[in-house]
């Protein structure tokens, strides 16, 4: 059974920085793609940034130069690094990964940016 657990997240203030960390475990195969979405209220889930295992990375438009996205294929974790936060960034955060044809995901953290 694959587990996904998501650490980090919580209250920041507009242009500070957060870190999001995501540990999968209980997979019997490599872990493909692995990544981190979001979703605010009354609004769809989306892409945030994505990374495979040989670390090619992509970025949604309205995150790129503040994310970083990195993983640990050793360990099976994958981080994302929040800087220049901004009150539209506020959402709960989902980690994301793929392994094989099927696709999991975290129970969410959330990440308010407020002041």
């Known amino acids: 059974q694959v587990q996904l657990v998501e650490s980090g997240g919580g209250l920041v203030q507009p242009g500070g920085s957060l870190g999001l960390s995501c540990a999968a475990s209980?997979?019997?195969?490599?872990?493909?793609?692995m990544g981190w979405y979001r979703q605010a209220p009354g609004k769809q889930r989306e892409l945030v940034a994505r990374?495979?295992?040989?670390?090619?990375?992509t970025y949604a438009d309205s995150v790129k130069g503040r994310f970083t996205i990195s993983r640990d294929n050793a360990k099976n974790t994958v981080e994302l690094q929040m800087t220049s936060l901004k009150p539209e960034d506020t959402a709960v955060y989902y980690c994301?990964?793929?392994?094989?044809?099927?696709?999991?995901w975290g129970q969410g953290t959330q990440v308010t940016v407020s002041s």
């Open positions: 209980g997979s019997r195969f490599s872990i493909n793609a």
């Open positions: 990374i495979t295992p040989g670390g090619f990375t």
């Open positions: 994301q990964v793929f392994i094989t044809t099927r696709t999991y």
